[in-house]
């Protein structure tokens, strides 16, 4: 059983073909003539490839989908529990937060109160105790954070963003993302792997995680306040509409 | 994605491999180093630094058996 599980793994078997075709190649080197050279080297070199470059170990997406699925469900317990009807604003770090943060305000429509300083705490009040939703810390930042660990999100420009945004599809977190500008606003076009993660019915107001961690990616990048307007689901493709909200964030530096 | 990258460059050996059996050893190297440089180019937007920090160092390995080859054909054209 043990020895199945160790061969199941794709970096392990790559590893086990990687070092036999580097022995080959080095074997075939014992008569160097150019031809035996370059099939040397050939084999050498994907072996090589295939140890140095395939070492990720990887689990089931069901798994990694059912980890993170219990805190999100208290999430939208909370949100149903505390009746917010308003749609996921995402805030940038600031001075005053230690991290970014989703502010799911009570109202759907309307002005939308924004406090000045919002810090890492959870329910939101004025001065006069009305209730202002709560702040929480968006669903994907941990994933974020963990594909981001050489500060690859931050400072960038408009134009920089739907190019960086890529890395989610190179990872093989999502099959196709675009950040485009269009006439009411920007829209994040986000094409999921599978269309059975898709079925999140408060996608306004607390996105996937990998959605989240595509919306925290773009506000920690331009460093501005990022609401949902509205999201169209067909498939496993979801469409965000965002505004941004850029003269609160300058106040709040 | 790193199977992917493996799979495009595993694919070129073999095509360069084929193509240069009858020609010098130089010309095999240099097209490895090329296709190389063009898949790191393609696939730039898609990998992560520590697949490209992986990658950069198999570059820089050809690199340096390129310039070998250059020297050496610099030194045989000046007779030194």
């Known amino acids: 059983m043990k020895k199945q599980i160790f061969l199941s793994e794709s970096y392990i078997r790559a590893r086990i073909i990687g070092i036999i075709l580097v022995i080959i190649g080095v ?20 072996g090589l490839f295939m140890i140095f470059m395939i070492t990720e170990k990887s689990i089931s997406k069901k798994t990694s989908d059912a980890q993170i699925e219990g805190n999100t469900t208290i999430i939208k317990e909370m ?6 009807k308003g749609n996921a604003i995402f805030l940038p770090k600031s001075s005053t937060r230690s991290e970014e943060r989703v502010l799911i305000p009570p109202n759907e429509s309307g002005v939308i109160k924004i406090p000045n300083t919002i ?11 009305n209730n202002l939703g709560i702040s929480i810390p968006p669903a994907g930042i941990k994933l974020l954070d963990e594909i981001e660990k050489d500060g690859k999100f931050k400072n960038a420009k408009f134009e920089d963003i739907d190019e960086k945004l ?17 006439k009411n606003g920007w829209y994040l076009e986000i094409e999921k792997l599978d269309s059975s993660d898709s079925s999140n019915d408060l996608q306004n107001q607390y996105p996937c995680p990998v959605c989240s961690a595509v919306i925290t990616a773009i506000t920690r990048e331009l460093n501005q306040i990022i609401r949902i307007y509205k999201t169209s689901q067909n498939g496993n493709k979801i469409v965000y509409h965002l505004n941004f909200i850029k003269r609160k964030a300058k106040q709040e530096k | 994605m790193s199977e992917k990258i493996t799979i495009l460059v595993a ?61 050496e054909k610099i030194i045989n054209i000046l007779n030194i």
């Open chain 1, 27 to 46: 074997a075939i080197l014992v008569n160097p003539t150019d031809l035996n050279i370059k099939i040397s080297v050939t084999l050498i070199l994907i």
């Open chain 1, 79 to 84: 949100i149903k529990e505390l009746n917010l």
């Open chain 1, 119 to 129: 810090y890492d705490n959870v329910f939101l009040a004025d001065n006069k105790g």
């Open chain 1, 166 to 182: 890529q890395l989610f599809v190179g990872m093989n977190l999502l099959k196709s993302v675009s950040f485009k500008q269009h």
């Open chain 2, 11 to 71: 694919a070129w050996s073999i095509i360069i491999l084929f193509i240069t059996s009858g020609t010098e050893l130089e010309i095999f190297f240099i097209l490895i180093l090329i296709g190389f440089v063009a898949i790191k180019e393609f696939t730039d937007r898609y990998t992560s630094v520590n697949l490209k920090r992986k990658f950069n160092i198999f570059i820089f390995a050809f690199l340096i058996i390129f310039i070998v080859i250059i020297t």
